[in-house]
């Protein structure tokens, strides 16, 4: 029996498939890493995974370690990176279970270099530069001083040294004199480890706006995340022909008539001017629907967009529907890929002053993810 769940994130794989093929267009000859870290960005790791590759993503790349054990325990054996280096990690697993490494300082090439010595076997390392985001990776002396200990290392068989690898900082920004000084540092620094010896098969630099925008900065391989989920990087760009894949949904939980003057959810910061019909809709910030958006964001019901009505709670809230009809049990649209007349994650962006990013991925784990179109 297909049991009817009050709220759901729907996800389109095909959408996702697709933007990867479109993102291969882009950057052409470029591989294509798809970043699954985060649950894909709400969308379901192994899923949204499974449906990049279908696409022709070659890599996976997640941010924390855990991620990419997870991606090998549901049986994914394509090459791996975990991007995110923190002291302490379960290292050798990662070593032993042929997940590529990022190394972006010297304590921590030793201790990849440890685990590798355990594992009895050499770790596929990216070594981290600093090209100018000023958050992990290594610049300068201490640069050259990576680079030299990681060809040290793997002439004793500790490690590969696999790729070397940097983040842009502005690339969402069409023209910020960042992009040119970050592209011109990472040529130098990958220049750096070419003559000091290092045989690099992937040098890598590319977000989606990157991979999108700037043919310059795609070197070997690029790593989209946004763009895979059909969202764009670069809003003020337009949406490249992306396909948003998820469509966030609730059915409505209660309908009802209520009198002018009634106020609604906590604080009564918003209150009804004549009689009209209110519906409660079963999702609050418990599950993702940031509370600043009470009294801001639209959602589609009943044929038309409905404004929050009042504060967002933790389980549910408010819309109201004037005399429009709707029933119990109708589906509401919160946010999707804009044909039905329901916003985009995008437009709720927007409204909150945030990025899509935050929107998809915050969806909790309380919503359950459904793949109507199934697995790919
Ligand atoms: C998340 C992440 C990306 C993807 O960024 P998008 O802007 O979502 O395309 C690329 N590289 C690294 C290292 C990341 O952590």
Same mark, same amino acid.
């Given at each position: ?21 479109? +993102? ?14 985060? *649950? ?37 054996? %394509? ?79 500790? %490690? ?29 620094? %990958?220049?750096?480890? *070419?003559? &000091?010896?290092?045989? #690099? ?67 009564? &910061? ?7 019909? #209110? ?96 697995? +790919?």
């Amino acid at each position: 029996m297909v049991m009817k769940v009050p709220a759901e994130a729907r996800v389109d794989l095909e959408a996702i498939a697709g933007n990867v093929g479109m +993102l291969r267009e882009r950057a052409r000859g470029a591989e294509i890493m798809a970043m699954v870290k985060a *649950e894909a960005y709400g969308h379901g790791l192994a899923e949204a995974a499974g449906a990049a590759l279908r696409g022709g993503a070659t890599w996976l790349g997640v941010a924390k370690l855990a991620e990419a054990l997870r991606l090998r325990d549901a049986g994914f054996t %394509v090459r791996t990176l975990s991007c995110l280096g923190v002291p302490g990690e379960p290292y050798e697993q990662a070593v032993a279970r042929d997940i590529d490494l990022t190394v972006g300082a010297l304590w921590l090439l030793e201790e990849v270099v440890r685990a590798a010595e355990s594992a009895g076997r050499a770790a596929r390392i990216h070594l981290k530069a600093d090209t100018g985001m000023s958050r992990g990776g290594a610049r300068g002396s201490d640069w050259e001083e990576l680079v030299d200990a990681a060809l040290k290392a793997e002439a004793s068989g500790r %490690v590969r040294v696999v790729g070397v690898m940097s983040h842009l900082a502005c690339a969402d920004e069409p023209g910020h004199p960042a992009i040119a000084a970050q592209v011109g540092a990472f040529t130098e620094m %990958v220049e750096y480890a *070419e003559h &000091t010896g290092a045989r #690099l098969e992937v040098r890598h630099l590319s977000n989606s706006a990157g991979a999108l925008t700037l043919p310059q900065a795609r070197f070997d391989l690029v790593r989209p995340g946004i763009a895979l989920y059909g969202l764009t990087p670069v809003p003020a760009l337009g949406g490249f022909g992306l396909r948003p894949a998820m469509t966030m949904v609730a059915d409505a939980a209660l309908v009802k008539r209520a009198p002018a003057g009634s106020g609604v959810s906590y604080g009564h &910061t918003y209150r009804t001017t004549r009689e009209t019909t #209110l519906a409660v809709v079963p999702v609050g910030y418990g599950d993702g629907i940031p509370r600043h958006g009470s009294n801001l964001l639209e959602v589609f019901a009943g044929g038309a967009r409905r404004t929050i009505a009042g504060r967002v709670c933790m389980d549910q809230f408010v819309i109201d529907l004037g005399d429009d009809a709707l029933s119990a049990g109708e589906e509401i649209i919160l946010f999707g890929p804009g044909d039905r007349g329901e916003p985009t994650a995008q437009e709720w962006a927007d409204a909150l002053g945030t990025i899509s990013y935050e929107i998809v991925t915050r969806i909790g784990s309380r919503v359950p993810r459904a793949y109507p179109g199934g697995a +790919l």
